[in-house]
């Protein structure tokens, strides 16, 4: 996409950039802060410098597969390209590539600029649990480069993923500021807005983004699920073929159309887009994971067996292809369905073998294991296996205790404010529960106590909020269909 001229035994800084890169000839040694305002790169390889940015310039437009490729060609131009193979460490599917790119990352690291070390040791970290030195890594970077739009980027772009939105606004907002027109900063904002229900201020950056990349697949996907957040399901579906229809193979814009009619409750044709979705998944663990979506179907048709025996095939074959994430988050979507308690748990007992995995990244696993431990815990205090609820529940909090990570915080607060529900401590289960409360099995409770405390207000504001959940996940197939068949408490 961007091309530099080559310059052969030297070591260069290249400015990444979406726009043009200024290539600086030096000798070897590190940049000050006050030196440069954007990310620096280091490399002797023109073209591994092309591909690496070629691949970033496609992560923000979210071609997310194609972008490992060309980070994977990068790195067999320069073996020394430390934040290439940081990045395949980050975005790759394949457990064992994941874990290998991550070990070269940090052998290379220590030859390398202190940005790029700082960038190395945020994705490090994070993926082995080191949480808090992982943020700290990635706020000194932002730090050293505070007018780079394309790190305040991928900083928001990965907090949005561990559900710190208020965070990754504010790091939007600062990009925007320095750009007001760069487009994957409007479109992970329009996220953030769509998540706080900001409906109209998400639609309007949904439009300013279509005009700046008319031709792209992304802004057309995008405005389809934020639609579809919304409730305007024919809206999400005339976007998500609008994206098909710029590029045949944006398969996630195919997910999409199953995704909605799941939601619009036409489990038929959802199987029917599913099926295309699966047969042109662009790698195992996405195909595995679009698999788990049309079993889903079954559920919302109330058709558990069925649900089951995909289930049970998807968790097999992520065993044989070495999937362990996938294989645990088959065991656990089977477990949340189940009406007999001791089925649940031991789909979770399962859930949490599969975690055992020495290919799986400590933090994939950590993030995984928190929800199982969250629904033993339920599920454990339901059976009357207090022992079981007890042990699960103070293993969750030990996690919780030790980190900053959003997705284990909720996995806690959602099990703790569970088991203060069923004692009837309906003041104690709202303060654990309102830190989960985007969960819709924490947003039901949350309308239960906050009508036993008399909190009118409140129980108003998250009962609208429940019955407008339109994600496409077993949490919403469980809880949010059958309470807009209820008449509302007020």
């Not at 052969?8 to 890169?21: D, E, H, K, Y």
């Amino acid at each position: 996409m961007h091309r530099s001229t080559c310059i052969r035994s030297l070591i260069f800084l290249a400015t990444v950039t979406l726009g043009l890169t200024t290539v600086t000839p030096v000798f070897a040694h590190h940049l000050k802060k006050s030196q440069s305002n954007v990310f620096q790169v280091t490399t002797t390889s023109a073209k591994a410098l092309a591909l690496y940015r070629k691949g970033m310039a496609d992560y923000e437009n979210l071609y997310l597969e194609r972008c490992n490729d060309e980070w994977r060609e990068a790195v067999k131009e320069d073996p020394n390209l430390g934040v290439a193979w940081a990045w395949i460490a980050f975005n790759s599917s394949n457990p064992q590539e994941v874990h290998e790119a991550r070990e070269k990352a940090k052998e290379i690291s220590p030859k390398l600029t202190p940005g790029e070390q700082l960038m190395i040791a945020w994705i490090v970290k994070v993926q082995e649990g080191d949480f808090i030195g992982g943020i700290s890594a990635m706020n000194d970077m932002l730090e050293m480069y505070p007018k780079d739009k394309h790190l305040l980027y991928l900083a928001a772009n990965w907090l949005m993923t561990e559900d710190s939105n208020d965070h990754a606004q504010r790091l939007l907002e600062k990009a925007l500021s320095i750009d007001k027109n760069f487009p994957a900063a409007l479109n992970d904002l329009a996220y953030v807005e769509a998540r706080q229900r900001e409906f109209a201020k998400a639609f309007a950056a949904m439009e300013r983004y279509i005009v700046l990349l008319p031709n792209e697949p992304n802004p057309q996907d995008s405005y389809g699920e934020l639609l579809r957040m919304a409730g305007d399901y024919e809206g999400s579906l005339k976007h998500y073929r609008a994206a098909l229809k710029i590029d045949p193979d944006f398969v996630t814009s195919q997910l999409g159309l199953g995704d909605t009619y799941a939601l619009m409750g036409n489990q038929q044709q959802a199987r029917v887009e599913y099926d295309k979705a699966i047969r042109f998944a662009p790698n195992e663990a996405d195909r595995l994971s679009y698999r788990m979506q049309y079993a889903m179907t079954y559920v919302r048709d109330g058709h558990p067996a069925e649900a089951d025996k995909e289930y049970l095939a998807i968790a097999a074959d992520a065993s044989a292809k070495d999937q362990p994430l996938e294989e645990a988050q088959a065991f656990q979507r089977m477990a949340e369905y189940q009406n007999d308690d001791n089925v649940a748990l031991h789909y979770l007992k399962s859930a949490e073998d599969a975690l055992n995995s020495k290919t799986i990244s400590p933090a994939e696993r950590d993030e995984e294991l928190s929800r199982v431990l969250r629904f033993c815990t339920v599920r454990a205090s339901d059976a009357g296996n207090q022992a079981l609820a007890e042990k699960s529940l103070s293993q969750l909090e030990a996690m919780a205790n030790g980190t900053h990570n959003r997705v284990i915080q909720s996995s806690y607060n959602g099990a703790a404010g569970t088991l203060l529900m069923a004692q009837k401590k309906y003041d104690d289960a709202i303060a654990h529960l309102e830190d989960d409360e985007d969960d819709p099995f924490s947003m039901n409770l949350l309308v239960q106590a906050y009508y036993e405390t008399g909190d009118n207000d409140k129980l108003h504001d998250i009962e609208g909020k429940l019955r407008g959940t339109n994600v496409p996940t077993m949490e919403q197939a469980l809880v949010v269909p059958s309470e807009r068949t209820k008449r509302p408490l007020i």
